[in-house]
């Protein structure tokens, strides 16, 4: 079909079988605030077109087919139906009432050392507008924590939409190459370059324009599965400038490598730069870049956070870890350390440089 052919649709309807058609039709004006669109004919209806909350609905006494399964979601569902959670009306049709914006849920963390290669068996799908995505944490701690790292093989321009995520924490840092990106409140499209990042706050509405080919960015969320919702009722760049503004107790920011500072790290022989989320974030997060300064000397560390994800972005080390095979690892490999675990960074290139991703901000020792 192409798009001439899909601009004769006016209206679109779904049709459920109606064998009670009286009392079906009575259910979903009376109960659920449906209004009679279409009836007929008058001296024995057998045809009724109803509409409401965005559906429509034709009912046709005698028809044949499943009766249907449709989900309103409600500001308060309790107060729609006493409590109840579904609903079924005479024509057998069920009806689920879900609340229309449900709190996040966080799954438990469960823990585990995780290491991905970027070589060898490393497998890529196809995910949202034809990006590709490497699955970097597969056990998903739990459900607790994603990490992808998203590649444009092509270039050019993104078939994205204006959307955003119902979330805890996300991020996005560019690897390779540069993307041009729009965020609500942020004025103008800018461009992202490789180690420019930025955090985008829950609920922030965003777009991806367009990006050079071969584009690489690592994006961490939490929790992993979290709902991605469109909204066409906003045009990016909107009109409004407000960069301060809070989103879910988050702001916006977007950090710029060839303007950043370099400060020492925690461990001898490195330093890193701060792309600044912590503060913005009030320490739900923790994102650093570090590179070797001079031949660093093995340190043993460990930490009491809920998350540690390293990714190699140059260079290569050698991983110790208590109890586990040690890991020589180089650029587009990555590693999760869970809490406790003792470990060292070790057989550092001088080129090395690790983009460190933690949660919550917490002390190390």
Known sequence: MTKSDADQI?????????????????????????????????????VAVIA??????????GGTGAPGHIRLRCRNPAALADGATRLTAPNGTLIDLVDA????????????????RMGGDAKWGVGRAGMRYRDLIPDRQGGRFIASHILIPEGGPVPDYVHFHKIRFQMIYCCKGWVRVVYEDQGAP??????????????????????????????????AEHETAADPTLALPNAKLDPDRMFG????????????????????????????????????????????????????SQ??????????????????A???A??????????????????????????LQLLEVTLPQKAWR
Do not use: N
Request: glycine fraction near 8%; include cysteine.
């Open 249 to 300: 107790g988050q702001r916006f920011v977007r950090h710029v490598a060839s303007q950043a500072v370099w400060r020492p790290w925690r461990l001898a022989g490195f330093e890193c730069r701060d792309i600044g989320i912590a503060a913005t974030t009030d320490g739900v997060a923790d994102v650093l870049v570090v590179r070797t300064l001079g031949v660093p000397a093995p340190q043993a």
């Open 190 to 223: 800018f461009v992202m370059e490789a180690g420019d990042c930025v955090l985008q706050p829950p609920q922030i509405r965003h777009r991806v324009l367009e990006s050079s080919p071969g584009l690489e960015v690592i994006e961490i969320g939490c929790p």
């Open 101 to 116: 914006d449900p709190p996040l849920i966080l799954p438990k963390l469960q823990p585990s050392f995780v290491v991905s």
């Open 303 to 320: 930490h009491d956070r809920e998350l540690q994800f390293m990714f190699v972005l140059d260079g290569k080390l050698t991983l110790h």
């Open 322 to 324: 208590d109890g586990q």
């Open 10 to 46: 006016e209206t679109a309807e779904i049709v459920l079988p109606g064998a009670e058609l009286d009392a079906t039709l009575r259910f979903f004006t009376e109960r659920l605030g449906f209004r009679v669109a279409a009836i007929f004919p008058a001296d024995a209806p057998a």
């Open 326 to 351: 040690t890991q020589p690892l180089v650029a587009g490999d990555s590693f999760v350390i869970p809490a406790g675990l003792r470990h060292s960074l070790v057989e550092c290139s001088a080129d």
């Open 52 to 61: 409401a909350h965005g559906l429509r609905i034709r009912l046709e006494r």
